[in-house]
C-alpha cells in the first residue's frame, strides 16, 4: 500500500533541497503507481525490462528512469520510451543505447554508474573507465549524437555503518564535480548525481545528491521471493 504521508513529507523535503525524487516502483502494481501519481508524482524507477514495458499503458507522462543493470540485448524495448538510464556499466553500452535512440528517432539520457560500494557484487564502472568513457563521447559528439551523458550515479554499501556509506558518497560526489568542472565544463546539462535510497537518502543530501531513488519508504516493503 502507498504512504500517501511519507510521500507528502519527503517531497517536501525534497524540495526544499532541490533534489528529484525517483519512486522506485519495481515490483509494485500499477494501481499503487497511479496512485502516487494522482498525488502529483511523475518520475518513477524500474529495473525489471518486461515489467517496464508491462507498465507503459500507465498515464503517457510519467517520466521512466530505468535504475538497474540493463542488459545490452534488452536496450531495444525500452528505448521507445526510456527517460534516464541510471546505470551504465560500459562503452558497449552507451553504445547500444545510442544506436537504438537513432533508431527510435530520439535522445536518451543517461548516467554512467560509478562502482562505490565494498561489495563486489555490485555493477558498474572505476574512475578510469569513467574518463575513458567520458572522453571518447566529447571528442566523437557525431557519433553520440543521440544519448546524453548527464551525469553519475552509485549505490553505497548495504551496511549500518553510515560513516562508510557517507564516505562512499563522497567518492561518488568528488567524481562528479570533478567531471562537471572538467571535461564537462561548458556542457550545462551534465547537472545529475543520482544518489541516496530509502535507508541512506539523508547522508546522499547531505553530501551533495541531485536525485534520489526511493521506493520501501513509499510502497512498503517488496517481496523478492521470485526476483
Ligand atoms: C530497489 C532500488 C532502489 C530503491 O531501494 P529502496 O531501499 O526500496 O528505497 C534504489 N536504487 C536501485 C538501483 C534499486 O535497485
Not at 516502483?25 to 497511479?34: G, L, N, Y
Amino acid at each position: 500500500m502507498v504512504n500517501e504521508a511519507a510521500w507528502r513529507e519527503l517531497k517536501k523535503e525534497l524540495d526544499a533541497a532541490k533534489v528529484t525524487l525517483v519512486a522506485v516502483s519495481k515490483t509494485k502494481p500499477a494501481a499503487e503507481i497511479q496512485e502516487l501519481y494522482d498525488l502529483g508524482q511523475r518520475d518513477f524507477g524500474e529495473n525489471y525490462v518486461q515489467e517496464l514495458v508491462d507498465k507503459q499503458a500507465l498515464p503517457a507522462d510519467i517520466q521512466w528512469h530505468y535504475i538497474g543493470h540493463l542488459q545490452t540485448n534488452k536496450v531495444k524495448y525500452i528505448a521507445p520510451f526510456i527517460h534516464l538510464v541510471h546505470a551504465v556499466d560500459s562503452q558497449k553500452l552507451l553504445d547500444e543505447i545510442n544506436k537504438q535512440a537513432y533508431k527510435n528517432n530520439r535522445f536518451i539520457d543517461v548516467l554512467l554508474q560509478l562502482h562505490i560500494a565494498k561489495e563486489e557484487t555490485k555493477f558498474g564502472l572505476d574512475e578510469v573507465d569513467i574518463m575513458s568513457i567520458a572522453q571518447q563521447y566529447l571528442i566523437y559528439p557525431d557519433v553520440y549524437a543521440h544519448v546524453r551523458i548527464r551525469g553519475l550515479m552509485g549505490m553505497a554499501s548495504l551496511t549500518e555503518d553510515t560513516e562508510q556509506v557517507r564516505k562512499e558518497f563522497q567518492q561518488l560526489q568528488a567524481c562528479f564535480r570533478e567531471l562537471k568542472e572538467g571535461l564537462f565544463l561548458n556542457k550545462p546539462y551534465f547537472d545529475t548525481c543520482s544518489m541516496g535510497m530509502s535507508a541512506d537518502y539523508q547522508t546522499a543530501i547531505a553530501e551533495g545528491s541531485t536525485m534520489v531513488r526511493i521506493g520501501s519508504m513509499l510502497f512498503g516493503a517488496r517481496d523478492n521471493s521470485n526476483k
